[in-house]
């Protein structure tokens, strides 16, 4: 297939999002003596489950950005049987530790040069407008993607139709001319596809009914330079 833009996904799909949240919640684990008590997988699955439902609300409209900030350690530290009042500075200490820890999916960053030379490429993210910009910044990709659409800006959440419509109308090049690199089945693939858009889908899902709904899964970078001959 030839495409005539590339749009690229960031969390987990360039960037190691999810080793960069545990790091962060370790070094939380660390500072603060209330969790001296609880092992840090607890704190680490705990976390996880209430940020993801808490994102998931916040992408349907049923929560707000200031209340998904207070309720992922607020509920957190409610499950865990902690006193939930400091929510606040730990989230903050949270964030500040987070991003120490940002760094490129191996095999991501070569793959991404090598596309850059022969696609015009950009980048569409879900995620709070200021960190995801610090990350683009922190790693040149402003220098390199000709279009940036984080979806707090357009005032609306992957997968929803709005997202893909405004970065497709940001490339002037109809839908079918675009390829979504991206790790996430719903927000990603299924929006993506939805919409119109041809997807890659970068998992280790085997379930191959949802893998039908892309045009290329792969779980290797290399895999993907192949399948858009670079």
Known sequence: MAY???????????????????????????????FKETNTEALIDIYHQVNSMQWAQYSGGEISRQELQRNRFEQ??????????????????????????????????????????????????????????????DFGLYRSAEHVVISEDVGALKPDPKVFEYATRQTGLDKNDILYVGDSYRSDIEGATNFGWDTAWFTQ?????KQKKAQFVFSDFNDLSNYIRI
């Open 4 to 34: 005539k833009f590339i749009y690229f996904d960031l969390d987990d799909t360039l960037l190691d999002h999810r080793s960069a949240e545990r790091a962060a919640l370790l070094d939380v684990h660390a500072h603060f003596s209330l």
């Open 76 to 137: 957190t530290l409610e499950k865990l049987n902690l006193d939930s009042s400091d929510y606040a500075r730990i989230g903050q200490y949270y964030i500040a530790c987070y991003r120490n820890h940002w760094q490129w999916i191996e095999g991501a960053e070569a793959l991404y040069q090598r596309v850059v030379q022969k696609y015009p490429v950009g980048i569409l993210t879900n995620g709070f407008a200021e960190t995801q910009r610090k990350k683009l910044d």
């Open 205 to 209: 899902n085997g379930d191959s009914a």
